[in-house]
């Protein structure tokens, strides 16, 4: 319900929309690939391939990494961040309506209390 949502409103996908987020709350200058990728649990492959789609939209511009020319960043463009900034309440509301609604509030606190353990247990190191 949420994605066809987004897509129907406003011509973003999932992979879309997630994309906008990072980058939105990234810095200005736009964030490594490497970087997005890992943020998003992404390969390369498949963020390489996502932002030259979204690049030929006009939501992002892909550009050389001033300190390494092997480096990409990618960073949101007005376009972008217009995509966003429309489309977070929508996606905001659809949260609340199809998911949050749903549970109780003992079920959300639980929600918590796990999400918080599982993040918490990521954080840690990993050995090689």
């Not at 319900?1 to 939105?24: I, N, T």
């Not at 429309?86 to 549970?103: C, D, E, M, T, Y």
Request: charged fraction near 25%; proline fraction near 5%; charge should be positive.
């Amino acid at each position: 319900m949420l994605a066809s949502e987004l897509q129907q409103q406003f011509g973003l996908s999932e992979p879309d929309y997630a994309v906008l987020v990072e980058l939105s709350e990234g810095p200005e200058e736009g964030l490594r690939l490497r970087d997005l990728a890992a943020r998003l649990s992404w390969d390369k492959s498949r963020l390489s391939k996502q932002i030259g789609r979204m690049a030929g939209r006009g939501l992002v511009e892909r550009k050389g990494f001033a300190t390494d020319a092997r480096g990409a960043v990618a960073v949101l463009t007005k376009t972008g961040r217009d995509a966003i900034t429309r489309a977070n309440p929508v996606h905001s509301a659809g949260v609340r309506k199809w998911f949050i609604s749903a549970l109780t509030p003992k079920q959300l606190d639980a929600m918590i209390e796990i999400s918080t353990a599982v993040t918490d247990k990521l954080a840690l190191p990993h050995p090689q």
